[in-house]
């Protein structure tokens, strides 16, 4: 073996928010800490998430929110049909308010709890300076406390021996590392970026008909690597689903147009006809999934004059991200269009008639103008036939000029890959603990069913990846003392 050989308590593999949330802990407990993140810098994804899910907060007392544990439990529970792990589900809740306390105590700063779609529990606790602001808080408390940082160091392979972990293998300059530790936590970000396995477990090409959004290297190196120890399965498969337009470089994230395609007016499919109830723009899951059912990976978004002048005078009514909240204004819309068509855009298209719309879309001309006529015919009337959607978001497309937007299926990350128990625990094929190993976030599985739990818990995939690291890392501390 070449190179150093390094003796260690516990080794975090990843160094998001759930390994580093992990790693403070176990170094608050008095146990030496080394942490290995293959990428030249700290926090991958989990320097872009804007707030995280938690219950009975002090800060929630003091707001009179009163949704508290038991019915947060219930709720999703009941939105996987209880095919997520109820033990696990119940600790995440559980833990969520004293993580929060406890990230405070670390100098992380919250702004007001809120909900990010109408009448949902205020569950989401939106933090000041995005996930960032997490990473570099907690970094400062780990190295206070001693934990060691190994970056630009993928770990190889995890070591085995009478059952039992006994550290990893990992690489620097070109070299295998031998790290000798009782505990390793995997916490390595999920698949997200390897085609083969998103083809295989989620049905999708890569790039092609779903696009993964702040992922980058995002290998499954930490669910091979347990299942390469015997580890069991859960949740291959769960992606963190939404859709958006339009997508690329040339376009500005939660920019005008996007502000404008994300309202919940009339989306068409790829052949021009409508598909869904449109208000659930408001329930990223929802709107994902119903985009995912489309092989070309993108639906339309249709908008007009019309709506654009009811945007200008009272704003958009689906908030898009924290700074563009419900009353915002498209300001910029025109000048980013014009952009768009200056360029020669494949995601935007204007257009003085239906027609002359539906050609640049590449649909059939008749079936969009009839789904249009369908439509506003509802919009007169003041009911939905088809969708049953909330007449409130029953708003006709009068021209005299009209937008479409490609919405690409997008996705945030993978959900699941390791089978662990409510203690963050790996277990193997018998259902058995693996002792020493310990997972969480995106390569954990058994807090979702097939979806993502978005409409009863704002913020839960964030919550789940700080929560199970710390879990992970209370029962790393009592395993330690064995």
């Given at each position: 073996m070449n190179g150093p050989s390094t003796e260690t308590d516990l080794v975090v593999i990843g160094s998001g928010v759930t390994g580093m949330a992990a790693a403070v802990t176990v170094a608050e407990g008095g146990a030496k800490v080394v942490v290995f993140e293959k990428q030249r810098s700290l926090g991958g994804t989990s320097n872009f998430f804007s707030g995280m899910f938690a219950v009975e907060t002090a800060r929630q007392r003091e707001s009179y929110i009163t949704y508290g544990r038991d019915e947060a439990f219930r709720n999703i529970m009941e939105y996987s049909?209880?095919?997520?792990?109820?033990?696990?589900?119940?600790?995440?809740?559980?833990?969520?308010?004293?993580?929060?306390?406890?990230?405070?105590?670390?100098?992380?700063?919250?702004?007001?709890?809120?909900?990010?779609?109408?009448?949902?529990?205020?569950?989401?606790?939106?933090?000041?300076g995005q996930g960032s602001a997490v990473i570099k808080a907690l970094t400062v408390s780990?190295?206070?406390?001693?934990?060691?940082?190994?970056?630009?160091?993928?770990?190889?392979?995890?070591?085995?021996?009478?059952?039992?972990?006994?550290?990893?293998?990992?690489?620097?300059?070109?070299?295998?590392?031998?790290?000798?530790?009782?505990?390793?936590?995997?916490?390595?970000?999920?698949?997200?970026?390897?085609?083969e396995w998103i083809k295989r477990y989620?049905?999708?090409?890569?790039?092609?008909?779903?696009?993964?959004?702040?992922?980058?290297?995002?290998?499954?190196?930490?669910?091979?690597?347990?299942?390469?120890v015997g580890a069991a399965e859960e949740g291959l498969g769960v992606l963190e689903t939404y859709a958006a337009g339009p997508f690329g470089e040339d376009f500005a994230m939660k920019g005008p147009l996007e502000m404008v395609s994300a309202q919940p007016d009339l989306w068409v499919d790829p052949t021009g006809g409508r598909y869904c109830d449109e208000s659930i723009a408001f329930y990223d899951t929802s709107m994902g999934n119903a985009n995912a059912r489309y092989p070309e990976g993108f639906t339309y978004r249709l908008s007009d004059d019309s709506i654009l002048q009811i945007?200008?005078?009272?704003?958009?009514?689906?908030?898009?991200?924290?700074?563009?909240?419900?009353?915002?204004?498209?300001?910029?819309?025109?000048?980013e269009l014009k952009a768009a068509e200056e360029r020669g855009s494949k995601e935007v298209f204007a257009a003085g008639s239906v027609e002359e719309l539906a050609q640049k879309m590449g649909v059939d001309s008749g079936v969009l103008?009839?789904?249009?006529?369908?439509?506003?015919?509802?919009?007169?009337?003041?009911?939905?036939?088809?969708?049953?959607?909330?007449?409130?978001?029953?708003?006709?497309?009068?021209?005299?000029?009209?937008?479409?937007?490609?919405?690409?299926?997008?996705?945030?990350?993978?959900?699941?890959?390791?089978?662990?128990?409510?203690?963050?625990?790996?277990?193997?094929?018998?259902?058995?603990?693996?002792?020493?190993?310990?997972?969480?976030?995106?390569?954990?599985?058994?807090?979702?069913?097939?979806?993502?739990?978005i409409r009863v818990s704002s913020g839960l995939s964030a919550g789940f990846a700080v929560n199970s690291g710390r879990i992970a890392a209370k029962n790393v501390i009592d395993y330690l003392k064995r």
């Open positions: 049909h209880w095919r997520a792990n109820a033990r696990l589900v119940r600790a995440i809740v559980n833990e969520s308010a004293e993580t929060i306390a406890w990230l405070l105590a670390h100098g992380v700063e919250f702004r007001p709890e809120t909900i990010n779609m109408p009448d949902a529990p205020r569950t989401y606790h939106p933090v000041k780990a190295r206070e406390k001693g934990v060691d940082f190994e970056l630009g160091a993928p770990v190889k392979r995890i070591s085995k021996e009478r059952g039992q972990i006994v550290g990893v293998v990992a690489e620097r300059d070109g070299e295998e590392w031998e790290i000798v530790s009782r505990a390793v936590l995997i916490a390595s970000g999920g698949y997200a970026n390897n085609r989620c049905g999708f090409d890569l790039d092609v008909n779903v696009m993964p959004i702040g992922n980058v290297d995002k290998t499954g190196d930490g669910i091979r690597m347990a299942f390469e945007l200008m005078e009272r704003g958009i009514e689906k908030q898009l991200g924290m700074d563009n909240p419900p009353g915002t204004r498209p300001v910029d819309f025109e000048k103008k009839r789904t249009i006529e369908e439509y506003n015919g509802f919009c007169a009337r003041g009911h939905d036939e088809l969708f049953a959607k909330n007449p409130r978001y029953l708003r006709p497309l009068k021209g005299p000029r009209f937008y479409a937007v490609k919405a690409r299926t997008l996705f945030l990350g993978t959900l699941g890959g390791i089978k662990i128990n409510h203690r963050a625990e790996v277990l193997d094929k018998k259902g058995k603990v693996i002792p020493g190993l310990y997972a969480g976030g995106f390569d954990a599985g058994g807090m979702w069913g097939d979806s993502y739990c």
